[in-house]
């Protein structure tokens, strides 16, 4: 190896490294250095008991346990949902649709409003005798209590989600869409194959990576949501959306309990790394 | 190459740590108070202090109610020096005080104890102790559209404290006006807030919800209890008070001519003044028939953060707004709550009474008898932000529809182990 070619080596490798830092300092600060304080804070001595005394603590209370089954619950509807009509609105409005900017502009607006904002027009929307109650009465409909029955909260709390998770998710897949050659739709074409058979035999192949990346890039995002629930329910009525990020921000900011916190974010980070982990096992994600 | 790097990884890290300035420009100190008023509540009190310190600047920093003790929680928990004063809920003074956010401010015991109404000096001590000035103090009283009445037939209140009306008779006049046009019958200010319904768990003989040592074991699972949230369930699944309204919206349901009926504090009384259209008039808080009337008090106190950058400043300016009768008074112009500082007090009555005119008849005479023979305290415990939260919850589960029994033993349940981490703490419950 000639010293200009070592030299050009050190050059490229210095490059990548200024150009790679303001990303790893963001994911050392923003990430990692609150990972590790969680698990530090969770670990902390509380007098003279055993060191898993906060996690044994944790997974006594009815309330945490509920808020875990009320997460897995919501991932289980949020997240199918969300990408299901994402992926449906992608492939329609890669379509030859009249207006379709406008369609798409349309779909994506709600992610431009801020979420504390769509919450607070949400929680009037959605009053038992506010408007969107009004305009069912008016058709003939019963009033829905969305938001303060149990039985209806959780999935409120889905709708308001998705209406702004849904148009985000979906430009990622229509950029993907654009990413397929027209050629495999007109072989298919000539090859007899239906709308149907080109997007399960054409599109659906051609979307696995922008796929993989919005199940997981949704998962996670929805197991941090929120702004929604503290805003509308603050985890009620009866703890029917009492996500586990409530959970962990109650603890931490209302009733100052930092341990039990600290140790709701590390279950969270380790559900969260588990689900992802399966998913990519799963999931083929090389071409 | 490898030190620009560097130099740029500690600028970006610097940029983190760095904290906003406690001096301005021009040399004067900076102090920033944290609260969850509405903007330009203490704008005339702070022109006034400023006056009296041109080297103090004191910089507000309004935030919504229910984000107020988060804020305390996270920014003084996390000992940020640039929050020097904050607004203190009395009830959470011994939970702020035990997690060391509070100044032990007890050589001005005996200063505060001269300028403000006796209760108030209670409701900021805790073991032995003082930890904040007392600002303002409350109450409540039954607020009602004089026009829905009056379409309806029903007779007006009387202002005076024997005239109070039991809550049985409210809601059956409250029944009436909404026959004959009322949207609703009744509606509270703090709507599934333990500040407003104490006072009905207590009229009917109800506990506070705590007791034992150091007020850290649950008692909300009881005939009393159970009894006032089956009214208070009652009330909302007949429609006669409404659901799923939030407590900021409760006061504009009122002002906008829905309610008859509306059991709200003093500070209402500006908002309801400016209201055009708005024909009310004010009688003393119900109570339930066989029991005793009582009525909420304590309103907001200001307390020095542990870890102000300048402790001598922001403790001033924390006199200024309690023991000073200027300064206390110039804190009532746009949020009309009575003074805790007795000097104040009187002018604050008198002015109110001048501004409300016929609205606030007998206001004065009303509200000194309720603050000295039927106001409670909330209970003054270290467990109280955790029963606070919880309860209040358990009452919005009940006004949506939720079963009174099976959410008060839930209550019970969970608040035995929230209380349980202070009992640990605490053995034998000197807290």
């Known amino acids: 190896m000639t010293s200009k070619t070592r030299s ?68 289980v509807i949020v997240n199918p949902l969300q990408i299901a009509l994402a992926l449906w609105l992608a492939v329609t409005l890669s379509k030859r649709v009249p207006a379709v900017g406008l369609w798409r502009t349309l779909i994506l607006l709600p992610v431009a409003v801020p979420q504390t904002v769509s919450a607070i027009v949400w929680a009037v929307a959605l009053r038992p005798e506010g408007p969107l109650n009004a305009v069912a009465n008016a058709v003939g409909l019963p009033s829905v209590p969305f938001l303060i029955s149990p039985s209806t909260a959780l999935l409120s709390i889905v709708v308001v989600c998705s209406w702004v998770g849904v148009g985000y998710w979906m430009t990622f897949l229509v950029a993907g869409i654009k990413d397929i050659p027209k050629s495999l739709y007109e072989a298919a074409s000539i090859d007899g194959a239906g709308p149907w058979r080109s997007f399960r035999y054409v599109t659906l192949p051609g979307l696995r990576r922008p796929l993989m990346f919005v199940l997981v890039a949704d998962t996670v995002s929805n197991f941090l949501v929120f702004a929604p629930v503290q805003i509308l329910t603050q985890g009620g009525p009866q703890g029917s959306t009492d996500l586990i990020m409530n959970q962990v921000f109650e603890r931490a900011y209302v009733t100052g309990d930092m341990a039990t916190a600290s140790a709701g974010t590390v279950v969270l980070i380790a559900i969260v790394l588990a689900v992802v982990t399966l998913q990519f096992r799963l999931l083929p994600g090389k071409d | 190459m490898l030190s620009a790097v560097l130099a740029v990884t500690l600028a970006a890290t610097a940029c983190v740590g760095r904290t906003s300035s406690t001096t301005a420009d021009d040399g004067a100190r900076i102090i920033r108070f944290l609260h969850s008023q509405p903007t330009g509540t203490f704008s005339a009190a702070i022109k006034l202090f400023e006056s009296q310190h041109p080297d103090v600047r004191v910089e507000e920093q309004p935030v919504p109610f229910d984000d107020l003790n988060a804020q305390v929680q996270a920014r003084v928990g996390a000992q940020d020096p640039s929050i020097d004063v904050f607004a203190a809920d009395p009830p959470r003074v011994p939970s702020q005080a035990s ?21 108030a000096l209670d409701s900021v001590s805790w073991n032995g102790k003082v930890w904040a000035y007392p600002l303002w103090t409350s109450s409540s009283f039954l607020f009602y559209n004089r026009d829905l009445l009056a379409k309806a037939g029903v007779q007006e209140p009387g202002p005076a404290a024997p005239d109070r009306l039991t809550w049985e008779q409210v809601v059956e006049q409250g029944r009436k006006a909404q026959q004959s046009g009322a949207r ?16 009905l768990l207590a009229s009917a003989g109800a506990g506070d919800g705590l007791t034992g040592a150091g007020g850290l074991w649950p008692d909300v699972d009881d005939a009393g209890w159970r009894r006032v949230m089956d009214w208070y369930a009652g009330l909302h699944s007949s429609r006669l008070a409404p659901r799923g309204i939030s407590p900021q919206q409760m006061p504009e349901v009122f002002a906008s001519g829905q309610l008859a009926y509306f059991v709200g504090g ?37 307390g020095v953060s542990r870890y ?47 501004d409300g005119g016929r609205s606030v008849t007998g206001f004065q005479e009303l509200l000194t008898h309720e603050l000295d023979t039927t106001a409670r305290h909330r209970p003054r415990t270290v467990g109280y932000v955790d029963f606070e939260t919880t309860i209040n919850k358990t009452f919005s589960d009940i006004r949506n529809g939720a079963d009174v029994p099976e959410s008060l033993r839930a209550a019970q349940e969970q608040l035995g182990q929230l209380l349980q981490r202070y009992r640990d703490l605490d053995p034998a419950g000197h807290s």
């Open chain 1, 8 to 75: 050009a080596r050190r050059s490229m490798w210095t490059t990548a490294a200024i150009m790679l830092l303001p990303a790893i300092v963001a994911l050392a600060l923003l990430r990692l250095w609150p990972s590790i304080s969680a698990i530090v804070g969770s670990l902390q001595p509380q007098g003279d008991r055993p060191v898993w005394y906060t996690f044994a603590r944790l997974f006594a209370d009815p309330t945490f346990l509920n808020s875990l089954k009320v997460t897995l619950l919501f991932s």
């Open chain 2, 99 to 119: 997690r060391g956010f509070l100044t032990d401010v007890s050589d001005d015991a005996q200063a505060i104890g001269q300028a403000v109404v006796k209760p």
């Open chain 2, 184 to 199: 609703y019958a009744l509606g509270f200010d703090q709507v599934d807030r333990y500040f407003q319904l104490q006072p």
């Open chain 2, 266 to 302: 003093p500070g209402r009384i500006g908002q309801f003044l400016k209201t055009k259209g708005l024909n009310f008039g004010m009688a003393p808080h119900p109570y339930f028939a066989g029991g005793k009337p009582v009525t909420p008090t304590d309103s907001w106190a200001v």
């Open chain 2, 308 to 354: 102000s950058s300048h402790p001598r400043d922001a403790r001033a300016f924390a006199r200024f707004l309690s023991l000073d009768s200027a300064g206390a008074l110039a804190t009532t112009g746009k949020q009309t709550l009575p003074p805790a500082n007795k000097v104040a007090y009187d002018r604050y009555v008198a002015q109110t009474v001048r």
